[in-house]
């Protein structure tokens, strides 16, 4: 298995990040992508959980320091799901797992596994993202929907906290609060 190096992120969410976006789209496009994912929210857990591209994806905070946030990768599962990685999904929901009668679930099996479980909440997430280089720093423009909800967001990234810091001040971003994907979902969806 590849070794994972936790990544330091900022991120805001605002109807209005126009300066800072003019700052960023000076260094000229990285990359620009789509997707739909589903996340997969929880009352008992702030982790981050979704199906993206076929694969159960969760990462976790680490930790925290001078506003910012270390998350990790805790596993990327494919379907069918086997029992061992639904034991770390569940945990990351922070939801006792039910018995099951197998020892693999498909898909549809899982989907219907969250519907039933009173504390999880699906969120069909739409993204479309553009991806810069500023100096070191990994920073991305995305717009899309949390269901029928649109969001704007700018999120900045790097393995250094004192880079990624410097970098959000450098986009004039210091003035938003730090907003992850999973804070963003329960303050709009479940308003």
């Known amino acids: ?3 994972i190096i936790p990544r330091w ?3 805001t969410f605002s109807e209005d990040l126009s300066e800072s976006e003019a700052l960023i789209k000076e260094t000229g496009l990285k990359i620009e992508r789509e997707s739909s994912e589903i ?6 857990s702030n982790d981050n959980t979704k199906i993206r591209e ?9 930790r925290m320091k001078d ?19 639904l034991a770390l999904v569940f945990k990351a ?25 009173k504390e999880l909440t699906m969120v069909d997430v739409y993204k479309h993202r553009f991806g810069y280089m500023v100096g070191e720093a990994i920073v991305e423009i995305a717009e899309g929907k949390f269901n029928d909800y649109a969001y704007k967001t700018i999120a900045v990234e790097h393995t250094d906290p004192k880079l990624v810091a410097d970098t959000v001040k450098n986009l004039k971003l210091d003035k938003f609060e730090n907003i992850n ?3 963003a979902m329960k303050n709009t969806v479940w308003k």
């Open 1 to 3: 298995m590849e070794k």
């Open 9 to 11: 992120e900022w991120r």
């Open 39 to 44: 996340y997969i929210l929880s009352t008992n």
């Open 54 to 62: 076929e694969l159960m994806d969760i990462k976790t905070p680490i």
């Open 67 to 85: 506003g910012l946030e270390q998350w990790t990768v805790l596993t990327k599962a494919s379907f069918p799901i086997h029992i061992n990685a």
């Open 93 to 117: 929901f922070g939801v006792e797992l039910p018995f099951l009668e197998k020892d693999e679930l498909s898909y549809e099996e899982y989907i219907q596994l969250i519907n039933d479980t």
């Open 181 to 183: 994907y999973i804070k």
